[in-house]
């Protein structure tokens, strides 16, 4: 595995694992030791791969198991636009392999990126004190069968890619996407970009929260990065925490720039 060199000369480093538990606890580990990164952990396979909402990220080797140790990235209360930022250089990554990618790859609130309206990565993001770390998963090989959302993997929808070189990608992408960011001053931009890439935008939406599932409409995401649902008695539900269960995997792109 190579960073790219744009991200060396930003000062990123990486360690390359076999297998570990995951990443993300190892990037945890070390910070706790008083690592303060940039630095990328990688890992071929990952023993105990968490997902978000406490659910397991089956991590086989042949996929992509990475997380970011960053140190004070932001204002603690904006760390979790990190989410958005990482979505879009996974994104960027994987639009500069598939053709043609305006019309193949979209961005899912609040962090997961699909092809063809599937799910080929996820991302989880985890903080202690300072350190904010940046776990991403991309499915290159193989994918799960059994996802409440559908899954796929990157060779199953017919895209040439290796780990590495999708990591390569990966990292020269996040560099582009934090500059952007700049410490949550610039999340407008980060924001207007992530719709412009987002799937669904005006379209239905179901949504599963801690209180039962709401429909609406997915009308925008706020400046603060929260999903905002027109329910149809016209009346507006604004989601912090939640996962989008179903939507028209319809990219509209006049909508999401309105
Ligand atoms: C999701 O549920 O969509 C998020 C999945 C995040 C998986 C990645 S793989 C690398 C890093 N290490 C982990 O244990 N999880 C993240």
Request: hydrophobic letters at 45%.
């Given at each position: 595995?190579?960073?790219?060199?744009?991200?060396?000369?930003?000062?990123?480093?990486?360690?390359?694992?076999?297998?570990?538990?995951?990443?993300?606890?190892?990037?945890?580990?070390?910070?706790?030791?008083?690592?303060?990164?940039?630095?990328?952990?990688?890992?071929?396979?990952?023993?105990?791969?968490?997902?978000r909402r406490?659910?397991?990220?089956?991590?086989?080797?042949?996929?992509?198991?990475?997380?970011?140790?960053?140190?004070?990235?932001?204002?603690?209360?904006?760390?979790?636009?990190?989410?958005?930022?990482?979505?879009?250089?996974?994104?960027?990554?994987?639009?500069?392999?598939?053709?043609?990618?305006?019309?193949?790859?979209?961005?899912?609130?609040?962090?997961?990126?699909?092809?063809?309206?599937?799910?080929?990565?996820?991302?989880?993001?985890?903080?202690?004190?300072?350190?904010?770390?940046?776990?991403?998963?991309?499915?290159?090989?193989?994918?799960p069968k059994?996802?409440?959302?559908?899954?796929?993997?990157?060779?199953?929808?017919?895209?040439?890619?290796?780990?590495?070189?999708?990591?390569?990608?990966?990292?020269?992408?996040?560099?582009?996407?934090?500059?952007?960011?700049?410490?949550?001053?610039?999340?407008?931009?980060?924001?207007?970009?992530?719709?412009?890439?987002?799937?669904?935008?005006?379209?239905?939406?179901?949504?599963?929260?801690?209180?039962?599932?709401?429909?609406?409409?997915?009308?925008?995401?706020?400046a603060r990065?929260?999903?905002?649902?027109?329910?149809?008695?016209?009346?507006?539900?604004?989601?912090?925490?939640?996962?989008?269960?179903?939507?028209?995997?319809?990219?509209?792109?006049?909508?999401?720039?309105?």
């Amino acid at each position: 595995m190579k960073l790219d060199p744009t991200a060396s000369a930003a000062g990123v480093r990486l360690i390359e694992c076999d297998t570990v538990g995951s990443t993300n606890t190892e990037a945890l580990a070390v910070a706790r030791a008083g690592e303060r990164g940039p630095l990328w952990i990688t890992a071929r396979s990952q023993t105990s791969g968490r997902g978000r909402r406490g659910r397991a990220w089956v991590s086989e080797p042949g996929n992509l198991y990475a997380s970011l140790l960053l140190t004070d990235p932001s204002p603690p209360d904006r760390a979790a636009e990190l989410s958005f930022v990482a979505a879009l250089a996974v994104h960027d990554a994987g639009a500069s392999l598939v053709v043609p990618a305006a019309a193949r790859v979209a961005l899912k609130w609040p962090n997961d990126v699909l092809i063809d309206g599937k799910k080929f990565s996820g991302i989880l993001i985890e903080g202690e004190g300072p350190t904010v770390v940046v776990g991403i998963g991309i499915n290159c090989a193989h994918h799960p069968k059994d996802t409440a959302f559908p899954a796929t993997d990157l060779a199953a929808e017919g895209v040439d890619v290796t780990v590495e070189g999708l990591f390569m990608e990966l990292s020269a992408a996040m560099v582009r996407r934090i500059a952007q960011w700049n410490r949550s001053a610039g999340f407008e931009a980060t924001r207007a970009d992530w719709l412009r890439h987002a799937a669904g935008v005006g379209g239905p939406m179901r949504v599963a929260l801690a209180q039962g599932e709401r429909s609406g409409r997915f009308e925008t995401v706020d400046a603060r990065g929260r999903l905002i649902l027109r329910l149809p008695d016209g009346a507006i539900e604004t989601v912090t925490a939640g996962d989008v269960s179903a939507f028209s995997a319809e990219r509209r792109v006049a909508a999401a720039e309105r």
